[in-house]
């Protein structure tokens, strides 16, 4: 099968321009593994500094002619929704042959003309936007891996603005305090920039109103804002729900008060289906100090703050307001590796070029799917675990703030805590039960002894002596080995191996006496075995005691 | 009986035999007080040393000399052999060389048991001295042969699967039954006309040995090789209790219940009762009836070149050995895996499972082996609330002991036994041969994670690819 790339961006595009593309040298050598045929459109990667001859060398072909290549081209890889090609006097879904598949973002939600044509002209179409935020498709998840991007890219954008350090310092000529940070809302986005206004030397805090992110936000190391009203703001799909007025009151109390504080607000608030809700007014960035900067990574949304114009730098009242729509395509070649990467692990998940099916049964690929076979599928049928419906507030562009994306969590380990305790009450048991043991053998000696001991008084009082040394030998022997560490317990056989070769002795008794005996036959051969165990146990020990070192 | 005096007696050699004794018990636990730790396990194993020297020496001194010469040869030819496989031995074998070696006591127990019987003058009727020999004839056998089948098992020669008969328990509980029963005619019948009774109880114990590991899988073996070094040592004693010679009986318990506590951390670590280990057949039958939930999902497969950007970008990577590595003989590999690491300042570390490998502390050999430094091997308990602020954990040839089903999915026949952490890290590599399920035949969800690679191929190939790649 093959598969396009093609220019994102012309030279006519007005600015911001798109950077990325939806194919890398990396993700080409996948693609080639997965039995797929690539051709590149001459000049698709420059903006991400991927220039035709890394293509080349990648194993793809560079297509003669533009046209031509989405003419032959089963799957066309794409980062923006189909658009007009002015260059090439034509729209791509009419460049393209009927019934050919296209994997890109789509936003079908805002796009219901786009949707339509492609439908007409019997696309299957996989908005990447819609893959469903389920464990399984972490890897195919584009928002995420893009929100990631942007969010440190926010931070670079602000300190790049700011008039000072980030990290505190102690100099000769006096002291520089550490700049702090609030982030709102804590999905990806969120995390990211925290994490790089972490590493800049920042402090950081963050406010978000679900209750779940507060561990994830604890463990990068910043502070969780919280309100006195309770209201846990989870809307499930990893977004947060619109909350009460009540708790809004709140929240800009708590809003108003830290504007006098901090010297960096990044917010990255949106609901999905709806504008960015407004939650940083104009009044909390006149709070603010002067040369603090805002960066609104919801600002494609309509922004979270009243000052923000998109793609435009603001300066309100000395504060800087930074309204950028391309943060991940600031970083080119970053975010299209990563981009290229989900969609090789979506192509994969279709089976390649070999077993290539469109599957409705397979939640991912039924989810992002929103044209198949002449008919519109979006959006999908409701599922309880399925995805939030396409984000259709988001403009076309970037998909920037994904505002409280909840960050990839592996498998869900049913609570660290509680497993550590179940730890260690299996090991208080554990401590027990060779007790349980011995006492058991105790028992089946002490029974035997004075079944077969019979009336003798004296027999039995031997016995008891002896049982008295036994039982004391074992809990010795407990007490000795649980101090054994476990790194050494292979030696520990071998050595105890060896030890019981000490029935030796019991052969050594019965030596005395003609040699023809078979008592002393049986005493020689005993003594032979044993002394087998005793020579290869202890220098086995040796052998493996001598490799342990520091 | 014969009293203690016999034995002990009151001569200015007695003494001396008495009191050797006592130091060689003395030193056989300071023996295994060494082992605490690494830096004292040498000299514990010097004190073992003397402790079997002296206790030999008394006896050549102090014991009879009839047959002297051939006693001192036979203690030369054991010990030469002993000392020929101990330094042949590859360690990688060192669960084989374990099992072989308690069948060894099993057999000598078995033995002295029969040169206790056969001995001049001990023919008469003593009940109590033949209950003694009994017990010390049952689990010696019990110990010789189930030791066999542990060694065939454990070296290849016979199947790993368990051998699992119809009505198992039932024959199990009859041949211990019957040969408990055989105690009575063989305490009363004087002289040679016990002897029948005595052999028929043999052969029985034998088979019984046979039986009882012949029905435990493969991956059990840890559990099964320390559960016969436990009986090696409840057979030293009960000779120690039919020789009336303490020396015996205090060894003997100090190994019993060396083996009983390393079956108990084996049986914990693995989720078994230590009653389904002693009556055998455990390894198949799932304890809670189920299966575990199907894994959905698809694995994602990476490639040397990708795990080696992965690993040249981390800081702390922790590596996860399971039997696979000593299968494939990779831990030489895996130590320069390891020094090239570090020597680029990546904080490298092992996590040694209990049960990983086919020997408890089977790992930690076998990286000591490639002269991995033992501090940067650390135990379950050490490492595991390290998982979430590890870069690449990189799991190579184990299997169950990283599955998280065993914590989240209560219907898994592994529910419940501790496991390695390894999901919480940023990124997990499976370094694994095929994509078959693990030993106890469970899905394992951390394959399909989807922080999770998937690198298909022999350890030690993968690892050799792995270093070459990474010192290019």
């Given at each position: 099968?093959?598969?396009?790339?093609?220019?994102?961006?012309?030279?006519?595009?007005?600015?911001?321009?798109?950077?990325?593309?939806?194919?890398?040298?990396?993700?080409?050598?996948?693609?080639?593994?997965?039995?797929?045929?690539?051709?590149?459109?001459?000049?698709?990667?420059?903006?991400?500094?991927?220039?035709?001859?890394?293509?080349?060398?990648?194993?793809?072909?560079?297509?003669?002619?533009?046209?031509?290549?989405?003419?032959?081209?089963?799957?066309?890889?794409?980062?923006?929704?189909?658009?007009?090609?002015?260059?090439?006097?034509?729209?791509?879904?009419?460049?393209?042959?009927?019934?050919?598949?296209?994997?890109?973002?789509?936003?079908?939600?805002?796009?219901?003309?786009?949707l339509e044509r492609a439908r007409a002209r019997d696309l299957t179409v996989l908005a990447m936007e819609c893959v469903p935020r389920i464990s399984r498709a972490q890897k195919m998840d584009a928002l995420s891996s893009q929100a990631n991007i942007a969010g440190y890219r926010a931070v670079l954008?602000?300190?790049?603005?700011?008039?000072?350090?980030?990290?505190?310092?102690?100099?000769?000529?006096?002291?520089?305090?550490?700049?702090?940070?609030?982030?709102?809302?804590?999905?990806?986005?969120?995390?990211?920039?925290?994490?790089?206004?972490?590493?800049?030397?920042?402090?950081?805090?963050?406010?978000?109103?679900?209750?779940?992110?507060?561990?994830?936000?604890?463990?990068?190391?910043?502070?969780?804002?919280?309100?006195?009203?309770?209201?846990?703001?989870?809307?499930?799909?990893?977004?947060?729900?619109?909350?009460?007025?009540?708790?809004?009151?709140?929240?800009?109390?708590?809003?108003?008060?830290?504007?006098?504080?901090?010297?960096?607000?990044?917010?990255?608030?949106?609901?999905?289906?709806?504008?960015?809700?407004?939650?940083?007014?104009?009044?909390?960035?006149?709070?603010?100090?002067?040369?603090?900067?805002?960066?609104?990574?919801?600002?494609?949304?309509?922004?979270?703050?009243?000052?923000?114009?998109?793609?435009?730098?603001?300066?309100?009242?000395?504060?800087?307001?930074?309204?950028?729509?391309?943060?991940?395509?600031?970083?080119?070649?970053?975010?299209?590796?990563?981009?290229?990467?989900?969609?090789?692990?979506?192509?994969?998940?279709?089976?390649?070029?070999?077993?290539?099916?469109?599957?409705?049964?397979?939640?991912?690929?039924?989810?992002?799917?929103?044209?198949?076979?002449?008919?519109?599928?979006?959006?999908?049928?409701?599922?309880?675990?399925?995805?939030?419906?396409?984000?259709?507030?988001?403009?076309?562009?970037?998909?920037?703030?994904?505002?409280?994306?909840?960050?990839?969590?592996?498998?869900?380990?049913?609570?660290?805590?509680?497993?550590?305790?179940?730890?260690?009450?299996?090991?208080?048991?554990?401590?027990?039960?060779?007790?349980?043991?011995?006492?058991?053998?105790?028992?089946?000696?002490?029974?035997?002894?004075?079944?077969?001991?019979?009336?003798?008084?004296?027999?039995?009082?031997?016995?008891?002596?002896?049982?008295?040394?036994?039982?004391?030998?074992?809990?010795?022997?407990?007490?000795?080995?649980?101090?054994?560490?476990?790194?050494?317990?292979?030696?520990?056989?071998?050595?105890?191996?060896?030890?019981?070769?000490?029935?030796?002795?019991?052969?050594?008794?019965?030596?005395?006496?003609?040699?023809?005996?078979?008592?002393?036959?049986?005493?020689?051969?005993?003594?032979?075995?044993?002394?087998?165990?005793?020579?290869?146990?202890?220098?086995?020990?040796?052998?493996?005691?001598?490799?342990?070192?520091? | 009986?014969?009293?203690?005096?016999?034995?002990?007696?009151?001569?200015?050699?007695?003494?001396?035999?008495?009191?050797?004794?006592?130091?060689?018990?003395?030193?056989?636990?300071?023996?295994?007080?060494?082992?605490?730790?690494?830096?004292?396990?040498?000299?514990?194993?010097?004190?073992?040393?003397?402790?079997?020297?002296?206790?030999?020496?008394?006896?050549?001194?102090?014991?009879?000399?009839?047959?002297?010469?051939?006693?001192?040869?036979?203690?030369?030819?054991?010990?030469?052999?002993?000392?020929?496989?101990?330094?042949?031995?590859?360690?990688?074998?060192?669960?084989?060389?374990?099992?072989?070696?308690?069948?060894?006591?099993?057999?000598?127990?078995?033995?002295?048991?029969?040169?206790?019987?056969?001995?001049?003058?001990?023919?008469?009727?003593?009940?109590?001295?033949?209950?003694?020999?009994?017990?010390?004839?049952?689990?010696?056998?019990?110990?010789?042969?189930?030791?066999?089948?542990?060694?065939?098992?454990?070296?290849?020669?016979?199947?790993?699967?368990?051998?699992?008969?119809?009505?198992?328990?039932?024959?199990?509980?009859?041949?211990?039954g019957t040969s408990l029963a055989l105690v009575v005619p063989f305490a009363t019948q004087p002289g040679t006309e016990a002897l029948p009774f005595l052999l028929a109880m043999t052969l029985l114990a034998c088979i019984l040995g046979v039986h009882l590991v012949a029905a435990i899988g493969g991956?059990?073996?840890?559990?099964?090789?320390?559960?016969?070094?436990?009986?090696?040592?409840?057979?030293?004693?009960?000779?120690?209790?039919?020789?009336?010679?303490?020396?015996?009986?205090?060894?003997?318990?100090?190994?019993?219940?060396?083996?009983?506590?390393?079956?108990?951390?084996?049986?914990?670590?693995?989720?078994?009762?230590?009653?389904?280990?002693?009556?055998?057949?455990?390894?198949?039958?799932?304890?809670?009836?189920?299966?575990?939930?199907?894994?959905?999902?698809?694995?994602?497969?990476?490639?040397?070149?990708?795990?080696?950007?992965?690993?040249?970008?981390?800081?702390?990577?922790?590596?996860?050995?399971?039997?696979?590595?000593?299968?494939?003989?990779?831990?030489?590999?895996?130590?320069?895996?390891?020094?090239?690491?570090?020597?680029?300042?990546?904080?490298?570390?092992?996590?040694?499972?209990?049960?990983?490998?086919?020997?408890?502390?089977?790992?930690?050999?076998?990286?000591?082996?490639?002269?991995?430094?033992?501090?940067?091997?650390?135990?379950?308990?050490?490492?595991?609330?390290?998982?979430?602020?590890?870069?690449?954990?990189?799991?190579?040839?184990?299997?169950?002991?990283?599955?998280?089903?065993?914590?989240?999915?209560?219907?898994?026949?592994?529910?419940?036994?501790?496991?390695?952490?390894?999901?919480?890290?940023?990124?997990?590599?499976?370094?694994?041969?095929?994509?078959?399920?693990?030993?106890?035949?469970?899905?394992?969800?951390?394959?399909?994670?989807?922080?999770?690679?998937?690198?298909?191929?022999?350890?030690?190939?993968?690892?050799?690819?792995?270093?070459?790649?990474?010192?290019?």
């Amino acid at each position: 099968m093959r598969i396009a790339v093609v220019r994102e961006a012309l030279a006519t595009d007005p600015l911001p321009r798109e950077t990325r593309v939806a194919a890398t040298p990396d993700s080409i050598k996948r693609l080639k593994a997965l039995g797929f045929e690539i051709s590149v459109e001459s000049g698709a990667g420059e903006a991400a500094n991927f220039p035709d001859a890394l293509y080349v060398a990648a194993g793809a072909t560079i297509a003669a002619d533009a046209r031509e290549n989405y003419a032959a081209a089963d799957i066309l890889l794409k980062v923006r929704p189909l658009r007009q090609r002015d260059d090439l006097d034509a729209h791509e879904v009419d460049l393209l042959r009927v019934g050919a598949t296209v994997l890109g973002f789509f936003y079908p939600g805002r796009n219901a003309e786009l949707l339509e044509r492609a439908r007409a002209r019997d696309l299957t179409v996989l908005a990447m936007e819609c893959v469903p935020r389920i464990s399984r498709a972490q890897k195919m998840d584009a928002l995420s891996s893009q929100a990631n991007i942007a969010g440190y890219r926010a931070v670079l954008e602000a300190a790049n603005r700011f008039g000072s350090f980030f990290t505190g310092q102690m100099t000769a000529a006096g002291k520089v305090p550490p700049a702090k940070v609030l982030v709102i809302g804590a999905g990806v986005a969120g995390l990211a920039a925290l994490g790089t206004a972490k590493g800049l030397g920042a402090i950081i805090r963050s406010f978000d109103t679900r209750a779940a992110v507060r561990e994830q936000i604890e463990s990068m190391g910043g502070e969780f804002l919280e309100v006195t009203y309770k209201e846990d703001g989870d809307g499930g799909g990893g977004y947060a729900k619109e909350m009460s007025p009540a708790f809004l009151e709140a929240e800009y109390a708590l809003f108003r008060a830290q504007a006098k504080e901090v010297d960096i607000v990044i917010t990255t608030a949106l609901i999905p289906g709806k504008p960015a809700p407004k939650l940083w007014f104009k009044d909390m960035v006149e709070l603010m100090k002067p040369g603090s900067v805002v960066v609104d990574m919801a600002a494609e949304s309509g922004g979270n703050c009243d000052v923000t114009v998109a793609d435009e730098v603001v300066v309100h009242n000395g504060v800087i307001v930074l309204g950028f729509t391309d943060l991940a395509g600031r970083l080119p070649t970053t975010a299209s590796n990563l981009y290229g990467q989900n969609l090789v692990h979506l192509l994969t998940d279709m089976g390649g070029a070999t077993g290539w099916k469109v599957d409705f049964d397979d939640e991912v690929v039924r989810g992002a799917t929103v044209t198949h076979q002449g008919a519109i599928t979006w959006p999908p049928p409701a599922k309880p675990a399925a995805a939030p419906a396409a984000p259709a507030a988001k403009p076309a562009a970037a998909p920037v703030a994904v505002a409280a994306v909840a960050a990839p969590e592996p498998v869900k380990a049913s609570g660290g805590h509680g497993h550590g305790k179940v730890a260690r009450e299996h090991l208080g048991s554990a401590r027990t039960a060779p007790l349980t043991w011995v006492s058991f053998a105790i028992l089946v000696v002490a029974y035997l002894g004075l079944s077969t001991a019979g009336t003798d008084a004296s027999g039995l009082h031997h016995f008891a002596q002896q049982l008295t040394i036994f039982v004391l030998s074992c809990f010795v022997g407990v007490q000795v080995i649980w101090s054994v560490t476990p790194a050494l317990h292979t030696p520990l056989m071998s050595v105890t191996n060896a030890i019981s070769g000490i029935i030796v002795v019991g052969g050594m008794l019965h030596m005395h006496g003609d040699l023809a005996q078979p008592a002393t036959i049986l005493a020689l051969l005993a003594v032979l075995f044993a002394t087998i165990n005793i020579g290869g146990g202890f220098l086995v020990t040796r052998r493996m005691l001598r490799m342990f070192h520091k | 009986m014969h009293s203690s005096a016999e034995i002990l007696g009151h001569g200015p050699m007695d003494v001396f035999k008495g009191l050797a004794w006592v130091i060689a018990g003395v030193l056989f636990i300071s023996s295994l007080r060494g082992l605490a730790s690494q830096e004292t396990a040498r000299r514990g194993n010097g004190y073992g040393i003397v402790g079997m020297g002296l206790a030999i020496l008394a006896m050549l001194v102090a014991g009879t000399k009839d047959n002297i010469a051939f006693l001192i040869g036979a203690l030369a030819i054991g010990a030469t052999v002993g000392v020929t496989m101990a330094q042949r031995v590859a360690m990688t074998a060192m669960p084989e060389m374990v099992a072989i070696l308690h069948s060894f006591v099993g057999l000598a127990a078995v033995l002295v048991g029969y040169a206790a019987f056969l001995a001049p003058g001990h023919l008469g009727v003593d009940s109590a001295e033949r209950g003694e020999i009994w017990l010390d004839v049952l689990i010696g056998a019990i110990t010789f042969t189930g030791s066999i089948v542990a060694f065939l098992k454990l070296r290849g020669s016979v199947s790993g699967k368990p051998l699992l008969l119809p009505g198992r328990h039932v024959a199990n509980l009859l041949m211990f039954g019957t040969s408990l029963a055989l105690v009575v005619p063989f305490a009363t019948q004087p002289g040679t006309e016990a002897l029948p009774f005595l052999l028929a109880m043999t052969l029985l114990a034998c088979i019984l040995g046979v039986h009882l590991v012949a029905a435990i899988g493969g991956a059990d073996m840890p559990v099964v090789v320390s559960m016969l070094n436990s009986y090696s040592g409840w057979t030293a004693a009960a000779a120690g209790f039919m020789l009336d010679n303490n020396l015996l009986i205090i060894t003997g318990a100090l190994v019993g219940s060396s083996g009983a506590i390393l079956s108990t951390i084996m049986c914990r670590a693995m989720n078994r009762s230590i009653w389904s280990v002693i009556f055998g057949g455990f390894g198949a039958d799932a304890p809670s009836g189920g299966t575990g939930a199907k894994v959905v999902g698809d694995m994602t497969e990476t490639s040397i070149d990708e795990l080696t950007e992965e690993l040249r970008n981390a800081k702390e990577v922790i590596i996860v050995p399971g039997f696979g590595m000593a299968a494939a003989r990779a831990q030489h590999a895996v130590k320069q895996l390891v020094d090239l690491l570090r020597k680029r300042g990546v904080n490298t570390r092992f996590a040694i499972h209990p049960v990983a490998g086919r020997l408890p502390g089977h790992m930690n050999v076998l990286l000591a082996e490639a002269s991995v430094p033992y501090d940067i091997v650390l135990e379950m308990d050490e490492i595991n609330q390290d998982f979430p602020k590890t870069d690449v954990v990189f799991v190579v040839g184990a299997n169950d002991i990283v599955n998280p089903a065993a914590q989240t999915d209560s219907t898994s026949p592994i529910y419940g036994m501790p496991v390695l952490e390894v999901w919480k890290a940023k990124r997990v590599v499976v370094l694994k041969r095929s994509r078959g399920a693990g030993y106890a035949g469970v899905d394992n969800p951390l394959f399909v994670a989807p922080s999770t690679r998937m690198l298909f191929k022999d350890a030690k190939a993968g690892m050799e690819e792995l270093v070459a790649k990474l010192m290019a």
